[in-house]
């Protein structure tokens, strides 16, 4: 099976493509000539930088922002903001928090669960790349959106999100059922207590927001709508620590299918260093045919030069995925 294989579509459906592995193994220029080529066979395409230290940015030569940034025909780029991201999400909880009712100093400890509730909220980092992840998954306004994830334990803690998010929503709609239950019982005497209009509204967000949470985790867990491809070089660190990732992502039933395998030492060696390079490597690409046999396997060669702009990412993508002329077939829609 050729490594563009990996990727499928169904009509009307967008399809999620996270990118990960150890810093420094070369994720974000994978990420970017994969959503470059996917561009050039005219899908609509969006990447998304999950990592705090952007690159991506670098990679295209453009300046990217927050909201998504055209970068070519069909292409989209967007970098979530940690500070923006941050005053989105105090937004919010200031806002759930003016939907509480005027218990006043009746019942501090119940009030003061509820704030607790919010201090135990997930990363900001996570939360602010889930939400994306959502916002985006609603719609399916793009073919394809890719994940230019950071290094491999901050993106299992993203992956993670879901489960997290639906426990601590859960406790959320707990404590205010519980606010909302004392709010009405004490109504007739307390006319100034909370609108039970803006309550029941308060309920039916968070609701809405479990809803969201339990469809985007079956999304990630669904391999006709979400893949994932895992970045290597040929040392033992990146081969354990992707071998690692793989065993936890199993276990909440996200497979990775993809492994591509970064800076190889090519075999025309013409120098001692590079010969002694190259030997070794040869041993861990072995390793990495053992370890990951089940999964598709692709190369990229260690280039002399770096990777940077779109001439140099759309070689990275035909050595990836064939070449990407516009006259080729574009790539079927399943469904």
Known sequence: MAFKDLFKFNKGKTTFVFIGG???????????????????????????STDPAHSLSDSFERNIGYNPTPIAENLEALEIDPDMAM???????????????????????????????????????????????????????????????????????????????????GKMIKVRRQVGSMAKAFKNIMPFMGDEEEEDRALEDMEETKKQIREARGIMADPERTSFKTVIIPEEMSIYESERAMEALKKNNMLTDGVIVNQIQPEEADCEFCQARREIQEKRLEMIKEKFGNQVIAEIPLLNHEVKGMDELKKIGEILYGESNEDKAPIALEG
């Open 87 to 169: 005053e989105e999400y105090q937004a919010k909880m200031k806002e759930q928090q003016a939907l509480n009712p005027g218990m006043g100093g009746m019942d501090m400890g119940m009030m003061q669960d509820q704030m607790d509730m919010a201090s135990m909220s997930p990363g900001i980092d996570e939360a602010a790349a889930f939400d994306k992840f959502m916002q985006y998954m609603t719609t399916d306004e793009y073919d394809i959106v890719i994940f230019d994830t950071a290094p491999t334990g901050h993106t299992l803690r993203l992956l993670s999100f879901p489960e997290m998010m639906d426990s601590w929503v």
């Open 22 to 48: 150890k810093g420094g193994v070369g994720k974000t220029t994978v990420s970017a000539a994969t959503a470059l080529w996917f561009a050039k066979k005219g899908k609509k395409t969006l990447i998304i």
